[in-house]
């Protein structure tokens, strides 16, 4: 009887603590539209003056447009960040309003928005799901259990374990991945129109926003300015992506 009650008390106690938790909770739990503008407008702004002062700095060297990459790049792995909480509905609390700003956001991220909304939202489905996996899951955040793994033949395991190699993973199919694949709707279904659409709408935005750089600034500096924050950013951004999903002690 003393068990029963300690344990009834335990349970109590631990749900007055959750109650708590979540009221204390609950003032971060909401979109702040005025933070939100903020926070995009003042990312986007310092991208575009980051990629101006790169194109400029070409006139005196290319080794110093480089070298302003990376911090393109972070900008660009943050305008990602606002795209993915647009996608979840969870930046404005207008539906409209996510839309408009991660379609925003798409045209530097280069990752169609309604597309990859929808993929990403198959992935929140089904990781961590033994029993779902093979569905909306990819290689940074999908894995075999030891038994599958041996159970592949030779051939199998070898394209397994070369695909997740670091440099593979990390270093090369990234910039491919962002650059080429999602050029293309590669894994969507024909009956996703709207979202089928939509690569094709990215892609025109992009075709038109970089023809128009290379008439006024021209392809070569287009592309010393462009293909290294693409490279960096994708790289940074699937390792970000690849070890919230997967690191020692996870289950």
């Known amino acids: 009887m003393t068990d029963t009650l300690r344990n009834q008390?335990?349970?109590?106690?631990?749900?007055?603590?959750?109650?708590s938790l979540l009221a204390g909770l609950a003032q971060f739990q909401g979109p702040s539209r005025w933070r939100s503008i903020f926070q995009f407008s003042s990312t986007a702004l310092a991208y575009v003056a980051t990629v101006a002062a790169m194109y400029a700095a070409l006139k005196m060297?290319?080794?110093?447009?480089?070298?302003?990459?990376?911090?393109?790049?972070?900008?660009?792995?943050?305008?990602?960040?606002?795209q993915h909480d647009c996608g979840h509905g969870s930046y404005f609390r207008s539906p409209r309003a996510n839309e408009f700003v991660g379609?925003?956001?798409?045209?530097?991220?280069?990752?169609?928005?309604?597309?990859?909304?929808?993929?990403?939202?198959?992935?929140?489905?089904?990781?961590?799901?033994?029993d779902q996996r093979?569905?909306?899951?990819?290689?940074?955040?999908?894995?075999?259990?030891?038994?599958?793994?041996?159970?592949?033949?030779?051939?199998?395991?070898?394209f397994y374990r070369i695909t997740r190699h670091p440099?593979?993973?990390?270093?090369?199919?990234?910039?491919?991945?962002?650059?080429?694949?999602?050029?293309?709707?590669f894994d969507t279904p024909r009956t996703w129109?709207?979202?089928?659409?939509?690569?094709?709408?990215?892609?025109?935005?992009?075709?038109?926003?970089?023809?128009?750089?290379?008439?006024v600034l021209g392809w070569k500096q287009v592309l010393l300015v462009q293909l290294p924050v693409v490279v960096f950013a994708s790289i940074a951004g699937v390792w970000l992506f690849s070890v919230q999903h997967r690191f020692e002690d996870s289950e």
């Open 167 to 185: 440099v593979v993973a990390q270093l090369i199919l990234p910039p491919f991945v962002f650059l080429l694949l999602f050029r293309v709707p």
């Open 61 to 82: 060297t290319v080794w110093l447009t480089l070298a302003m990459s990376p911090l393109a790049a972070g900008l660009v792995v943050r305008l990602f960040i606002l």
């Open 103 to 130: 379609w925003l956001c798409s045209v530097v991220t280069l990752t169609p928005f309604s597309s990859w909304r929808r993929q990403h939202a198959g992935h929140h489905a089904v990781w961590n799901n033994l």
């Open 193 to 215: 129109r709207k979202e089928r659409r939509d690569v094709h709408f990215t892609n025109l935005a992009l075709a038109i926003t970089f023809s128009g750089l290379a008439v």
């Open 134 to 158: 093979h569905g909306g899951a990819d290689i940074y955040s999908a894995c075999l259990t030891r038994q599958e793994y041996l159970d592949l033949s030779p051939r199998r395991r070898w």
């Open 9 to 19: 008390t335990n349970r109590d106690v631990q749900r007055a603590e959750r109650r």
